[in-house]
Nanobody, 130 residues
């Protein structure tokens, strides 16, 4: 199983980036997908998630209205479009896959927790300059 994240880089505040995550070795459409980020000296935090079909999306309050998560099951890809970036968005961004999340009864308090995820990408660094 491999999740390959890409698309990070250096951008000025107010700019945009699009992160990509390519999945292999799993039946992608069976997995709930999410993006997390981790800034230096901080814990890994939930950013966004998307249901298996792509019909439902979930966001952290800190990025709502600025970030958009999407997926293309036919291509085994999940994306994170990040607009109006701020210096506080600087972090390593990780994609993650979970088999259980998204089923009835699995709330944001569950899928917002890094420890429940089955697979992780290697991370891609996003740096936002002021």
């Amino acid at each position: 199983v491999q999740l390959q994240a890409s698309g990070g880089g250096l951008v000025q505040a107010g700019g945009s980036l699009r992160l990509s995550c390519a999945a292999s070795g799993i039946t992608f459409s069976n997995y709930f997908m999410a993006w997390f980020r981790q800034a230096p000296g901080k814990e890994r935090e939930f950013i966004a998630a998307i249901s298996r079909s792509g019909g439902s999306t979930y966001y952290a309050d800190s990025v709502k209205g600025r970030f958009t998560i999407s997926r293309v099951n036919a291509e085994n890809m999940v994306y994170l479009q990040m607009n109006n970036l701020k210096p506080e968005d600087t972090a390593v961004y990780y994609c993650a896959a979970d088999y259980e999340s998204g089923h009835p009864g699995y709330t944001k308090s569950y899928f917002g927790t890094p420890g429940v995820y089955d697979y992780w990408g290697q991370g891609t660094l996003v740096t936002v300059s002021s």
